[in-house]
């Protein structure tokens, strides 16, 4: 089971660099852990800390003023390798989505799986993002899966998203909870063969 989704409405933490890779996320050498949880303290670490383990003024994780459960990030992210730890590193540090304007087809994948909404917007709507978030933190972003949309003071775009995996989302379902639920129509089938 993952967490259902239906309407996040969240400040937002604005991630303003272009093709973010798997390894900027979630370096490899925290990659020895087949477990989901303890992963979000080394999102973006090498961005984040200094190489004694200090944070790193000016970058927006360590930056109080934005908070909240959805990560805006430049075009391209998650490219690179196909670390699973990626997503779950996102999940763990307490996001909910990412919006961007491309995501890596893997990454968008992972993120699925594990109850992560990439919302993949246009460029224009990610511009006017950018510039709303950094200018004033407090503004509050509403998406609904339900709707495929995104909002923000008057601004609203809506999003595709693969159908199967937004009935997975909106019911908290994975893969194997999916099948699970639809056991007796297999059974059915199968007996019908």
């Known amino acids: 089971m993952i967490d259902k989704f239906d309407i996040l409405t969240s400040t937002a933490v604005p991630l303003n660099i272009e093709n973010i ?25 090498d961005w984040r800390y200094d190489w004694e383990g200090h944070p790193q003024s000016g970058f927006v994780l360590n930056d109080g003023k934005y908070k909240g459960s959805i990560l805006i990030a430049g075009k391209n992210f998650g490219c690179g390798s196909s670390r699973e730890h990626a997503a779950w590193a996102i999940r763990d540090a307490g996001f909910k989505a990412v919006v961007s304007s491309h995501f890596a087809d893997i ?10 909404l990439p919302v993949q ?4 709507f990610l511009a006017g ?3 709303q978030t950094e200018a004033f933190p407090e503004t509050l972003l509403t998406i609904n899966l339900e709707k495929q949309t995104i909002c923000y003071e008057n601004e609203t775009e809506t999003f595709d998203l693969n ?7 909106l019911k908290g379902f994975d893969d194997i909870d999916y099948v699970l639920s639809i056991r007796e129509k297999i059974q059915a089938f199968e007996e019908q063969r």
């Not at 990454?107 to 992560?116: H, P």
């Not at 917007?121 to 224009?124: A, K």
């Open 121 to 124: 917007i246009s460029e224009p």
């Open 129 to 131: 993002l950018f510039k």
């Open 107 to 116: 990454f968008r994948n992972n993120a699925l799986n594990n109850g992560l």
């Open 21 to 45: 890779d798997t390894d900027q996320i979630i370096p490899a050498r925290f990659l020895k852990t087949t477990h989901k949880e303890g992963l979000g303290s080394n999102l973006f670490y």
């Open 163 to 169: 159908p199967y995996k937004k009935e997975c989302l």
